[in-house]
């Protein structure tokens, strides 16, 4: 009997390439770890579109609803850009985050010891070493509140609102509280509570729940000072819990910390267990084909499935210890650096492989 079953949303550019190496990757930890795993690919972006006329069509949404976990490469590319807006390919990617009910996303900026001289932060700055994992809210705030146009003496004006329940608040708490457990106990709240009451809830509820996690230390930062504060000073966090805008803006921000955007996993959750995993960078039309797209974005995203969704740490833990091993000896060409090998999308897959 299979022990789990994984949709692959391939979708368009290097998309179905780093994909196929993370496919490989699976395959090869399973075999280690003797369980098994059962692929169904779907359609979703350009791809759909070619296909079906629509970025998400309804099985795609069917088939992810059953897995145990999606893995998505990326969408996009000039090809659609003349679509009307609403059926371009990233519509297909809102839509399935909708239609799973994603409502908590997890980004790590961490690096990688071998490519600490990618890094735009000097050494002595980021000290040892740097492991953050950013949770964002997903579903609510200001994305979702009520916007529109209208007239303010005489002016054409225009809105949008930030408003949190506190369910919303609860549960995204609660999924960063669980993480901080699971790490270093260490919790940051990034808020903007002295001028937002939105975040003034935001800050009385984490509180509030935190007093289920006694062994958790919680702080709370404003938004400036915490992106001031990425840059200064960024090994001093461990897990940082935010609103959907906040969360947008400081994510991008800490990731590029780790200096090469073909290296950063992500994974959105839902309720329960299952959740979608998908590096953070674009379909990269420019070197579509080409054979040399970094796959180590989305390996680590299996990586982070197996942790999340799977309940198979030890195997996460197998694949980043072998992208670390690898990454002291072979790069493909976006994280090239003197004195290493360079390697295609294909062989970096294989020499993780290996390594595990
Ligand atoms: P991008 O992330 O695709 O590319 C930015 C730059 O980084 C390019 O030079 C690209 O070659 C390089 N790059 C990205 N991933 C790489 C990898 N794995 N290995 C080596 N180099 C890599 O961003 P973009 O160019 O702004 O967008 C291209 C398309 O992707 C657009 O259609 C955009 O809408 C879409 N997009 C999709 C997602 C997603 O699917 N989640 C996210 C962002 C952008």
């Given amino acids: 009997m299979t022990d789990y079953k994984i949709v692959l949303l391939k979708g368009d550019g290097i998309g179905p390439e780093i994909v196929n190496q993370a496919v490989k990757v699976l395959d090869k930890t399973a075999e280690k770890f003797d369980f098994t795993v059962e692929y169904d690919e779907a359609l979703l ?73 990618a890094s735009p932060i000097k050494d002595e700055i980021i000290g040892g070493t740097l492991d953050i994992m950013i949770v964002r809210e997903l579903t609510g705030g200001i994305y979702f ?10 002016n054409p004006a225009a809105y949008d609102t930030e408003m949190y329940t506190v369910p919303e608040i609860e549960r995204i708490a609660r999924v960063a509280f669980d993480l901080a457990m699971k790490r270093n106990k260490k919790l940051t709240s990034v808020d903007k509570a002295n001028v937002l009451e939105s975040s003034r809830l935001w800050r009385e509820t984490v509180i509030r729940i935190s007093k289920e996690y006694p062994e958790v230390e919680l702080n709370h930062l404003y938004v400036d000072n915490c992106a001031m504060q990425l840059v200064i000073n960024p090994s001093q966090f461990d897990v940082i819990v935010t609103s959907n805008i906040f969360g947008d803006i400081l994510s991008d921000e800490a990731s590029m910390i780790s200096g090469s955007i073909g290296m950063l ?90 390594a595990l």
């Fill in 265 to 354: 996993a992500s994974a959105s959750l839902s309720e329960g267990k299952s959740g979608l995993y998908e590096p953070i960078h674009g379909s990269a039309p420019d070197i579509a084909g080409l054979g040399i797209a970094n796959p180590l974005a989305t390996i680590l995203s299996v990586a982070m499935m197996l942790r999340y969704s799977l309940d198979r740490p030890k195997a996460a833990d197998a694949i980043e210890n072998a992208v670390s091993t690898v990454l002291k000896d072979y790069r493909t060409p976006d994280i090239y650096a003197e004195g290493t090998t360079k390697v295609s999308t294909d062989e970096m897959g294989d020499l993780i492989c290996n």
């Fill in 145 to 154: 509140g009520e916007k529109g146009r209208k007239e303010v003496n005489g």
């Fill in 45 to 117: 972006g350009g791809c759909a579109i070619d296909a079906t006329g629509v970025p998400l069509p309804d099985e795609t949404v069917e088939k992810c609803k059953k897995a145990d976990s999606v893995l998505l490469g990326a969408v996009g590319g000039p090809k659609w850009d003349n679509q009307p807006g609403n059926n371009r390919p990233e519509a297909g990617l809102l839509g399935i985050r909708g239609a799973l009910g994603l409502f908590a996303n997890l980004r790590p900026a961490v690096i990688f010891e071998p490519l600490k001289g």
